[in-house]
Structure formats: C-alpha cells, structure tokens
C-alpha cells in the first residue's frame, strides 16, 4: 500500500520529468546578438565610408588664393567696403546669356576702387561637378585679373596656374566669347569652357553697375 502511493507520488510530481528548454533559448540568444552585431557592422560600416568619402573630397580641395588677398593684390591692402548688385529679372537675362543658366543668387556683392570692380563667384564645370570659386576684376569692360580661389575637383586643377590665366586677362567681351584665343587643356575641357564662362560673366556684371 506504502510502495503503490510512493509510485503515484512520483508520477504525479510536475518536476520529476521535466526539463528546461535551455538548449532552445541558447539557440534563440546567439541568433538575436548575431543579429545585433551585423546590424552594428552595417551601422559602422556606413560611418566609415561616409568620412572616407569627405576626406575624399577633402583633399580634391586646392586653395590657390584667400579672397581677401586677392582682393588686396589687386585693389590695395586698404579694400573698400562691397556693394551689392541686386540681379533683377532684366539683369537675369543678360547674364544668362553668357552664364549658360539663371544665376543663382539674386544678389552678388561686389568691390570697386580706382575704376575697377573685382567680382568673386562660383561656377561648376558641368553638372555634377563640384563649384569653382574665382575672382576677376575689371576695368573698362577687359578683365585685368583672374584668378582661381579655390578649386573643388580631382582634376583640371591647372586652370588655376599662371600660364592658363594669362591666356584670359585683358580679353574683352566679343558677343558671346572672348575676343582673344584661350588653348584648351587635355582632360580639362569643362574646367577650361567653365573659366571662359566666368570671365565673360564678370564682364556683363561690371557692365551691369557700370
């Protein structure tokens, strides 16, 4: 009687059998930290490449001149305050002429001494293409300086040197080019068309307060 109660006893134990699912739930952890550690990898990985990517741009950056010594170079170290052209939809179209598209500020400060205005601006070779900023000064409606600031693409580079920008100061405007020959340069075909671009737009904004 004592042995068949023991026996009933055992059977009816909930713990006697039973087992954890200790072996699924270890299945299950590793599978969410996996999870967590490839969506980090992804998260890091992106980061990465974000920065090598604006380093990348980065080091595209060639300053050639500051703005204020341009300015200074060519207008005396005492630089008179800017002014201001406002580009009215009359003025739009006459840029727009020799810029290839509606300029995209509806103002453009501007200095001015002794006759001459010097003009600082960006233009891009195509789209696409990182902006080059450049400064021209005027005098008489014949670019007397140009020179460019900084330049932004990883190459075409050499329209910034000497031997390319003598080629545009003292050229005037004829139509819708310039009235003297400017060489091409191979492999910077858009970057060259760009600084052609830019002088003959300086021009019509001398021309425009003048």
């Not at 713990?15 to 739930?25: E, H, K, N, S, V």
């Not at 840029?95 to 290839?100: D, K």
């Not at 600084?195 to 021009?203: E, F, H, Q, S, V």
Request: with cysteine; proline share 6%.
């Amino acid at each position: 009687m004592q042995k068949d109660i023991k026996n009933r006893g055992e059977q009816s134990s909930p713990t006697a059998t039973a087992r954890p699912p200790t072996r699924r739930l270890a299945v299950i952890d590793l599978l969410g930290i996996a999870a967590l550690c490839v969506g980090m990898a992804i998260v890091l990985l992106d980061y990465i490449t974000n920065v090598a990517q604006a380093e990348e741009k980065f080091e595209f950056y060639i300053y050639f001149q500051e703005p204020d010594a341009f300015l200074a170079q060519h207008l005396g170290p005492d630089t008179p305050p800017p002014q201001v052209l406002n580009i009215d939809s009359a003025a739009q179209e006459r840029i727009r002429a020799v810029y290839g598209r509606p300029f995209p500020k509806p103002r453009l400060y501007y200095w001015a001494a002794d006759g001459k205005t010097a003009w600082i601006f960006d233009d891009i070779g195509k789209e696409g293409y990182q902006p080059t900023t450049s400064g021209f000064v005027v005098e008489d409606g014949q670019i007397v300086a140009a020179r460019v600031l900084t330049y932004r693409e990883s190459r075409g580079e050499e329209v910034g040197e000497g031997f390319f920008l003598e080629q545009i100061e003292g050229a005037r405007a004829e139509g819708q080019a310039l009235d003297q020959p400017v060489d091409n340069i191979s492999g910077a075909t858009e970057s060259v068309e760009m600084m052609k671009r830019m002088a003959l737009t300086a021009i019509v904004f001398d021309s425009l307060v003048n």
